[in-house]
């Protein structure tokens, strides 16, 4: 099985900040890595599939990168409603979540 | 609006079966994977399985392998998931979510449904 490994696990930042999450992958999954947001009591948003692409509607201050066995996941101006659970998902086999990285501000 | 509405949660004795239904509206939902997530409380996000658009295909988590089922009904709109001898750790809120395209990313979630595995 796939395990992914986020980090960190939980960050506290402040309004405007640039807030980086990583993913890193137990083995080679190219660009097959997508990231979504749960706010508490909500089902999960899609922010960012294949690794680097925007879903529609996403702000432009969210952005992903990275391929192999490292990602990264970017906020560049931290908003307060971008508090939340952010989880990276791999999908080269079958599918695995990392375990989350709860944001706070 | 494009829309999955989950049901069939409730409290159910370790052991016992339950059937989850995901209703689908607002797009074409032959035409699209479905997959089940689900979230034990104050955990993380867990897959359980995906069903391709047109039933053929089916895979599982290890976890639910041998107990959990998913199937479709494409005339009904209607996606399934059959739990049998449940275990109190599949306590969780169970999610249907639909797959985009080629890049098995969740776009589309339901509501979720609440599963409690008590005695």
């Known amino acids: 099985d796939i395990q992914l490994t986020q980090s960190p696990s939980s960050l506290s930042a402040s309004v405007g900040d640039r807030v980086t999450i990583t993913c890193q992958a137990s083995q080679d999954i190219s660009k097959y890595l997508n990231w979504y947001q749960q706010k508490p009591g909500k089902a999960p948003k899609l922010l960012i599939y294949?690794?680097?692409n925007l879903e529609t509607g996403v702000p432009s201050r969210f952005s992903g990168s990275g391929s192999g066995t490292h990602f990264s996941f970017t906020i560049t101006s931290l908003q307060p409603e971008d508090i939340g659970t952010y989880y990276c998902?791999?999908?080269?086999?079958?599918?695995?979540f990392g375990q989350g990285t709860r944001l706070e501000i | 609006q494009v829309q999955l509405v989950e049901s069939g949660g409730g409290v159910v004795q370790p052991g016992r079966s339950l059937r989850l239904s995901c209703a689908a509206s607002g797009f074409i939902f032959s035409n699209y994977g479905m997959h089940w997530v689900r979230q034990g409380p104050g955990k993380g996000l867990e897959w359980l399985a995906v069903?391709?658009?047109?039933?053929?295909?089916?895979y599982y988590a290890d976890s639910v392998q041998g107990r959990f089922s998913t199937s479709r009904d494409n005339s009904r709109n209607t996606l399934y998931l059959q739990m049998n001898r449940l275990r109190v750790e599949d306590t969780a809120v169970y999610y249907c979510a639909r797959r985009k395209g080629s890049a098995a990313a969740f776009d589309i979630w339901g509501q979720g449904t609440l599963v409690t595995v008590s005695s």
């Open positions: 069903i391709w658009y047109d039933g053929s295909k089916k």
């Open positions: 294949d690794a680097s």
């Open positions: 998902q791999q999908y080269d086999t079958l599918i695995t």
